[in-house]
């Protein structure tokens, strides 16, 4: 299963940040086994290894915890994005998660038949505006925030059509290929007139 190494935010505390990646290694190897419908709390805390009094700190569910590790996921991609190029081009950590998804190729599969896949990749839509809009004032100044809003709402709608379309697919393309497609279609939304 995907083991790529995110840092976590500046200034979480170290519980904190070592239980995120215990329950999303656990919701790895046991959601690509059983999908992400048939796991409960309680297969989740002992997975982990943590308490349910420490799942509770912290989420409210498993619905909440899901949506949670998923916009966990992409923050921590753009933060590797950011560290391993701060003046890069892309307005989305999309090369990592492209990546990261055809890893956990049989996880992805079964998140894409979920119950729970459309309140996980709202809320990852959510995130990648968030992200889109933040890179675009970087990239594009000399756009007014209107022009940066719009922008990043089709962005990130079109990454996650792609993801949700990829995943359906059975993750058959490459991550390449599937990056290649994304930087196409968004060099055309950002070079525009």
């Known amino acids: 299963m995907s083991r790529i190494e995110i840092r976590p935010p500046n200034g979480i505390d170290k519980r904190i940040a070592r239980t995120r990646s215990l329950l999303a290694q656990a919701l790895l190897d ?3 086994e059983h999908g992400v419908d048939a796991i409960d ?5 002992e997975s982990a290894g943590i308490g349910r009094s420490t799942f509770y700190a912290h989420y409210t569910n498993k619905q909440d915890f899901l949506c949670a590790a998923f916009v966990n996921m992409l923050e921590g991609m753009e933060r590797l994005a950011a560290s391993r190029d701060p003046d ?3 307005l989305l ?5 492209f990546a990261h998804v055809e890893e956990a190729r ?3 599969v079964k998140v894409a038949r979920s119950e729970e896949r459309p309140r996980m990749l709202a809320a ?4 990648l505006r ?3 809009e933040t890179n675009l004032a970087r990239l594009k100044p000399d756009w007014d925030a209107d022009r940066r809003r719009e922008a990043a709402i089709f962005v990130a709608a079109g990454f996650i059509g792609m993801l949700h379309w990829w995943m359906l697919g059975g993750v058959k393309l490459s991550a390449q290929r599937m990056q290649s497609a994304f930087e196409r279609l968004t060099r055309s939304i950002v070079n525009e007139a």
């Open 124 to 127: 990852g839509e959510a995130k």
């Open 88 to 90: 890069r081009l892309d």
């Open 41 to 45: 709390v309680g297969d989740l805390i």
């Open 106 to 108: 049989d996880f992805a």
């Open 130 to 132: 968030t992200i889109a």
């Open 93 to 97: 950590p999309s090369r990592y998660v």
């Open 30 to 32: 046991l959601g690509a």
